[in-house]
């Protein structure tokens, strides 16, 4: 597609709920990464992939979240009972693979986000 | 380890005047990426300018450019000529050779008429 599409843009869930927030990276992109932002800070880390592999997922907060990307296109990070502290904005972004330093095809395009609420 | 530190949480500017925005960066990577983006309060990131570390000149776009010292590990963003829509939050990044990206906590640019 055009752009990194996010899905849902907006979700309210009841503690204890289980979400799910899906990504549609650029066609061709190999790269994907997960951040979560909460408001006034910066994007934190969350996890990356390489087409379907998982190469680094560090920055999940703990065993409650989940993120995969089975074909190696779309991913879908996963929060299992959600706490009130899960709340943030979840951004995907995607980018070709690492290219060297001076290549400036390094650059990730990022999604709009998905704002999750948990009352 | 990466590393991204914004030390300016927040910082003033006269339209039409330039502005600073710093940052320094921490990494082993012998090769690496340094980025900034551009947040409005609409949310959605945009990316502004690219350095690579290999690099001999420093990076321009339009108004944008980015002050890159790699012995003082710096790679400050530089905008001209401030617009009241440069009135965001600004971040800098930078990726390495495993590919992770790592973002700093941002400053928020304010633009005064």
Redesign the interface.
């Known amino acids: 597609g055009a752009g990194v599409s996010q899905s849902p843009r907006y979700k309210v869930a009841k503690r204890g709920q289980d979400v799910a927030l899906r990504c549609d990276p650029i066609s061709g992109h190999v790269s994907l990464f997960w951040y979560q932002q909460a408001l006034g800070q910066g994007p934190e880390f969350l996890t990356y992939f390489q087409n379907e592999a998982q190469l680094d997922k560090s920055g999940l907060p703990s065993d409650r979240f989940f993120a995969e990307r089975p074909e190696g296109s779309v991913s879908t990070l996963k929060i299992q009972r959600t706490q009130q502290e899960d709340s943030a904005v979840y951004l995907c972004a995607s980018s070709l693979r690492w290219q060297g330093a001076s290549s400036g095809a390094n650059v990730l395009t990022f999604g709009a986000g998905s704002r999750l609420t948990v009352l | 380890a990466q590393k ?1 530190t ?1 030390t300016q949480p927040g910082m003033f500017v006269q339209e039409k005047e330039a502005v600073t925005l710093d940052c320094t960066y921490d990494t082993s990577d012998p ?3 340094l ?1 900034w ?1 551009k947040q409005p309060s609409s ?3 945009i ?1 502004l300018i ?1 350095q ?4 001999q000149q420093n990076a321009t776009e339009g108004r944008y450019s980015l002050n890159f010292q790699k012995a003082r590990k710096s790679a400050n963003l530089v905008i001209s000529a401030s617009q009241l829509g440069d009135s965001a939050m600004y ?1 800098c ?1 930078m ?1 390495g ?10 400053t928020t640019l304010t633009v005064k008429p």
């Open positions: 991204i914004q090769s690496y990426g980025f983006y949310g959605e990131m990316f690219y690579g570390s290999y690099d971040f990044a990726r050779n495993a590919g992770k990206s790592t973002f700093g906590d941002g």
